[in-house]
């Protein structure tokens, strides 16, 4: 059974930091964050190959770093700069040979 775990998330002011976890997250997977924010599409955030590659949306470059802890199974997202457009429910996606498994989500909230 895959199951990827979220955590990390919270309340923080505009500015202010968060790292999100993705437990389960084996080396055999590639991975990616998504978010959604209320009324909005799910968008992809970042995501890491199993080489260790790393893409970001436009978004968040510069701001959010994906790495990922194979000895642990997790893989993170550290937010910098955090604004109040990155509040939204992230979530973190498993993928290997087609087949996907997400994660339940974690709620960042960035107040103004």
């Known amino acids: 059974q895959v199951q990827p775990v979220e955590s990390g998330g919270g309340l923080v002011q505009a500015g202010g930091s968060l790292r999100l976890s993705c437990s389960g997250s084996?080396?055999?997977?590639?991975v990616g964050w998504y978010r959604q924010a209320p009324g909005k599409q799910r968008e992809s955030v970042a995501s890491?190959?199993?080489?260790?590659?790393?893409n970001y949306a436009v978004s968040v470059k510069g701001r959010f770093t994906i790495s990922r802890d194979n000895a642990k199974n997790t893989v993170y997202l550290q937010m910098n700069s955090l604004k109040p457009e990155d509040t939204a429910v992230y979530y973190c996606?498993?993928?290997?040979?087609?087949?996907?498994?997400w994660g339940q989500g974690t709620q960042v909230t960035v107040s103004s």
């Open positions: 890491i190959t199993t080489d260790g590659s790393t």
């Open positions: 996606r498993l993928s290997r040979l087609g087949v996907a498994y």
């Open positions: 084996r080396s055999i997977f590639n």
